[in-house]
């Protein structure tokens, strides 16, 4: 069982960014798990944003965040983040964060989702 937390959402201005957080409860299992960023526009269905690979070096994106976004991972805190860049009003929505045994993009292969973290940005 993985248990993830998002935090690190909030409002910014268009350009701007901001980096999410996402903290694994189980060190030991977290290694094993690659992370994916998925996100939730209201009225949208969930769409894939990015995804690290359990070693952390390899990492895919949806083509309308690749150059501005980006997915680290730091194993030593069980963490894996979010950058966002040149942040835009369509970039608003819901971010979760999610653990699968396969670096995927596809929604239906991640085991473990957090409660998501609302990013807002305005033009």
């Known amino acids: 069982q993985v248990q993830l937390v998002e935090s690190g959402g909030g409002s910014v201005q268009a350009g701007g960014s901001l980096r999410l957080s996402c903290a694994a409860s189980?060190?030991?299992?977290?290694?094993?798990?690659?992370i994916g960023w998925f996100r939730q526009a209201p009225g949208s269905e969930r769409e894939f944003v990015g995804t690290?690979?359990?070693?952390?070096?390899?990492?895919s994106y949806a083509d309308s965040v690749k150059g501005r976004f980006s997915v680290s991972r730091d194993s030593a805190k069980n963490t894996v983040y979010l950058q966002m860049n040149s942040l835009k009003p369509e970039d608003t929505a819901v971010y979760y964060c999610?653990?699968?045994?396969?670096?995927?993009?596809?929604?239906?292969?991640?085991?473990?989702w957090g409660q998501g973290t609302q990013v807002t940005v305005s033009s």
């Open positions: 690290s690979a359990l070693n952390g070096l390899s990492t």
């Open positions: 999610a653990a699968s045994r396969f670096f995927t993009r596809n929604s239906g292969q991640y085991d473990y």
């Open positions: 189980s060190g030991r299992t977290f290694s094993w798990y690659a």
